[in-house]
């Protein structure tokens, strides 16, 4: 047997699914971020769900009884404090639920995109790259109005997570098909 045979493209897919994947710590990194963003923002919305019911303004008031806010100086007629209880004072319970269910549904999209990226799936790569790219230009405009370091530092991981998932995605990701052929290949020459 010649070793055109041995190179046959029905034989590619089952020794490019024998490559282990890449070891890929910065890809961890990424999906512990992911699944732990998730996770936050799924308690977060089963607590304010369950939370709704409560009087949160007369809450607030008491929390700003709290020893602690006496110890930092915090004023209950600082405009903050002013705003944000005027804030407060407006939320129903409908509002909170509302929210409780939108952030709870928010959540499972982090959740996906760790668990897709967990088992390095394709579509969880393109996913993650999708998301971080769509709020680079948003952060660059709020930058450009208003710099903030914080956000400095978020735009930069984003713009690096971009980088790398994109630069390095052969390696890190699952591919669900036979690698491209060319043209030419598999025909057989006649001479």
Do not use: C
Not at 101 to 113: A, C, D, H, K
Not at 135 to 142: A, C, G, N, Q, R
Not at 178 to 191: F, I, N, Q, S, Y
Request: aromatic content about 12%; glycine content about 4%.
């Amino acid at each position: 047997m010649s070793s055109q045979e041995d190179s046959s493209p029905e034989r590619l897919p089952a020794e490019t699914a024998k490559i282990p994947l890449k070891r890929a710590p910065t890809l961890y990194a990424i999906i512990f971020f992911k699944l732990v963003k998730g996770v936050l923002f799924l308690v977060l919305g089963i607590v304010l769900y369950f939370q709704a019911a409560r009087d949160l303004p007369q809450e607030y008031a008491d929390l700003l009884k709290h020893p602690i806010f006496q110890n930092l100086r915090i004023h209950p007629e600082n405009k903050l404090v002013q705003h944000i209880a005027d804030q407060i004072a407006d939320l129903t319970e409908t509002k909170i639920k509302v929210t409780a269910v939108g952030t709870m549904v928010w959540s499972l999209f982090p959740l996906i995109e760790g668990i897709g990226l967990l088992f390095r799936a394709g579509w969880a790569g393109w996913l993650a790259i999708g998301e971080s790219a769509f709020f680079v230009p948003i952060e660059l405009y709020e930058l450009a109005r208003k710099f903030e370091w914080y956000l400095l530092v978020v735009t930069i991981a984003n713009i690096l997570i971009v980088w790398y998932l994109y630069a390095y995605r052969e390696q890190l990701f699952r591919h669900h098909h036979a690698p491209h052929r060319r043209h030419d290949e598999g025909v057989l020459k006649t001479r």
